[in-house]
């Protein structure tokens, strides 16, 4: 019996779910102009406003919109997330494929750099290039990848040495393919599940440690993140500001994390041929 996993996958209710959520921080993050009439930099006038008409979530310390800024803060945790995932799934693509299909002393060298940065403690380093360099965006997506392509490295290694002695790749090697060939046309479409899946978990720890460390107060001044959003409300959580500042961001926050682990799941039940077929004996 044939199983889709794609079919299965929009049949799986937490799947869905997943995918619901993450389709309500996509609509914020696209239409935050629309769905607000202030920048998140903006200066309203009112400070500690209460929620209004004008203002859904009040206003902040700074006099500036709440729903703007979450508004926009979902876009940078999006954008993040999403290059993150790009860099470092390509990065664990390239060196975990052409280690496995070339071997000898270039993979014993990016085995053991794999061995090196799994047992750095990222966060660390993080905070340190920050103490050094200005945090920017961009840094933090390079030093992100940096430390989450080793683990997606090693498993598409092993699994590429499974694949490259199937039969339609030692085929292709006896009709004259070179290894170039062979990774593209035949290996990297057999990896495509794995490879998604590589890429929901590096999105989802790349939204945790940008907010956490916009928490941590490592990040661009000038940027707007739901963890700074966060670090800023729990200054003043005498007052009864914390109800429309720090819950709301700390629910769009769960949300998206929440989101991609049950987009996560649904993808490990469909890509498992073991609990495939566990689910359709039980349909059956």
Request: no cysteine; proline share 5%; charged share 15%.
């Amino acid at each position: 019996m044939h199983i889709n996993p794609f079919r299965d996958l929009i049949h799986d209710p937490m799947a869905l779910s997943g995918l619901s959520m993450l389709a309500l921080i996509g609509f914020m993050a696209i239409f935050a102009p629309v769905l607000s009439d202030y920048s998140p930099y903006d200066y309203t006038g009112q400070i500690f406003s209460p929620p209004s008409a004008h203002h859904p979530l009040g206003t902040d310390s700074m006099g500036q919109d709440i729903w703007s800024r979450l508004l926009y803060g979902a876009r940078t945790s999006l954008f993040v997330a999403f290059a993150v995932a790009i860099l470092s799934s390509a990065l664990s693509l390239f060196i975990g494929a052409t280690s496995a299909l070339l071997g000898g002393i270039y993979e014993r060298f990016w085995m053991r750099i794999v061995d090196a940065m799994i047992s750095i403690p990222s966060i660390i380093v993080m905070i340190l290039v920050a103490a050094y360099l200005r945090p920017s965006i961009l840094l933090l997506i390079i030093l992100m990848s940096l430390f989450s392509w080793p683990g997606g490295a090693r498993i598409v290694r092993s699994q590429v040495l499974s694949l490259k002695e199937r039969m339609h790749v030692s085929a292709a090697r006896t009709f004259g393919a070179d290894w170039k060939h062979v990774l593209v046309n035949h290996i990297t479409p057999d990896l495509a599940p794995i490879i998604i899946a590589m890429m929901i978990q590096d999105a989802r720890r790349a939204v945790f440690m940008e907010a956490g460390l916009a928490f941590l107060g490592v990040s661009d001044p000038m940027m707007v993140s739901w963890g700074k959003m966060m670090q800023q409300a729990l200054a003043f959580t005498y007052l009864n500001v914390w109800e429309w500042w720090l819950v709301p961001t700390g629910l769009a926050l769960s949300l998206t994390l929440v989101g991609l682990s049950f987009l996560g799941f649904g993808l490990e039940a469909a890509m498992d041929p073991r609990l495939q077929k566990y689910k359709h004996r039980r349909a059956d």
